[in-house]
Every structure is written in C-alpha cells, then in structure tokens.
C-alpha cells in the first residue's frame, strides 16, 4: 500500500471553476501535510501546509484536513489557466516528507 | 527570504564519469537537507537525509556507495552521482530544512541529470 495516494488526473476544469484535489495517507501517526505546485521540469512550490483538523484558507486555496479519515484535499477557487500545473500532497512523518503522485490539472480558458 | 540554489541546473555526462550537484541554501542555516530523486512522470522519491557534520542517512534501496552526500557546512550539502550510467538519469532535487516552528522545507530548482 502507497503511503500517500491522490487522484492521477488528469482534473480539467473550465476557468473560474473549482478545482477539488483529494490525497489520503496511510501512517496515523503523520504530524503535518502539505500541497505543492509542481510546473513541467520545475521543482515543486509550496502552496500550503495544514495541521490541525479543518479547513485553512489562503487567497484562492483552502486546504481541508480530517486526520481521522486520513484524508487531505486541496480547493482552488476562480481557477486561472496559470494553475495548470501538478499538485504534490506531501506528508510529514519524522522530518521527512513523502509525496503523493501527484495531480494533473489543466484549466481551460 | 528562504532561498535554495542548485548548481548545475542541468548536465550531460558520458556513462561511468562521477558528477557532483550542489545545493545551498543562501539565507538560512540548514542542519538537515535531503535529496529526492524524480523520474518522468513520477513523483519525487527520497534518497537521503543529509545532516551537516554526519553522515547521511539512505533510504531503502538507494546505494550510498554510488550516491555520495557531503554536508560539509551548515549552507552546503553535495551529492556525487559515481560512475553514472543511463539509468541514473534524471531530475535531482535538493530541499533545505529550516528550523523553524514548521519545520518547512524549501526546495532547490533541480538538477536535471543525462547519462549518455
């Protein structure tokens, strides 16, 4: 079993929709997540990072977070053609992060 | 603030040279920097933890012998592809851990790697 699991995409979404990303990890004992926006041939961005069970929003993100389910997901708003990208879950365990593999976007214009 | 360079951000060597890749982090002491591994198409795998003063730590299945890591200063940590091959081609990327309250890692711009 994959530590970490997201949906492969690709996610297309017409611009201005919301894009839904879901990534679920198998190690109860993991202290932190995090989302990354990875370009073609770039290295990966941090968008954000979650702790606490919830929700926590920056600008157009909202990252959502229910550790007894073990699930993690990523909202963009008013998506923009300059989102498409690949998005990273990543989860924190001792230091180390292990990522998902990751989901294709494409926002159409 | 947080900024992370790699050198070379791209290199072409023939089959069984040695290349070293360096990744600093410019405004932040790092302790702990690690080394992910990235092939098309797949996501980033880890290759080792990398602390300055001692020696790194490998994942499973990651050869120390032919992925030398050096973390000779607390800006600087290097990894030495030995006698690469084909196979050994690849995005190589370096993240740089501040301590911090979050712990957050910050990721170098990558190396891409072409073994000939």
């Known amino acids: 079993q994959k530590e970490v699991e997201q949906n492969s995409g690709p996610l297309s979404v017409p611009e201005g929709a919301i894009a839904s990303l879901n990534c679920t990890y198998s190690?109860?004992?993991?202290?932190?997540f995090f989302w990354y926006r990875q370009y073609s041939g770039k290295s990966p961005e941090l968008i954000m990072f979650?702790?606490?069970?919830g929700d926590k929003e920056d600008g157009r993100f909202t990252a959502q977070l229910n550790k007894a389910s073990q699930y993690v997901s990523l909202l963009i708003r008013d998506s923009q053609p300059s989102d498409s990208a690949t998005y990273l879950c990543a989860v924190n365990n001792d230091y180390k992060l292990s990522f998902g593999a990751g989901t294709t976007v494409t926002v159409r214009a | 603030g947080a900024v992370v360079s790699q050198h070379p951000s791209w290199v072409i060597c023939k089959s069984g040279t040695s290349v070293k890749i360096e990744c600093r982090s410019l405004d932040f002491q790092a302790t702990t920097m690690f080394w992910y591994r990235q092939f098309p198409k797949q996501s980033l795998m880890l290759m080792a933890t990398?602390?300055?003063?001692?020696?790194?730590?490998?994942e499973q299945g990651v050869e120390k012998d032919k992925f030398l890591i050096n973390h000779a200063s607390l800006t600087l940590s290097t990894l030495t592809v030995t006698s690469a091959h084909p196979e050994d081609s690849s995005f190589y990327i370096c993240?740089?851990?501040?301590?911090?309250?979050?712990?957050?890692?910050?990721f170098g711009p990558g190396t891409r790697l072409t073994v000939l």
């Open positions: 990398s602390n300055e003063g001692s020696k790194a730590t490998y």
């Open positions: 190690d109860r004992g993991s202290q932190s």
């Open positions: 979650i702790y606490s069970n």
């Open positions: 993240s740089a851990m501040r301590v911090a309250a979050d712990n957050e890692q910050f």
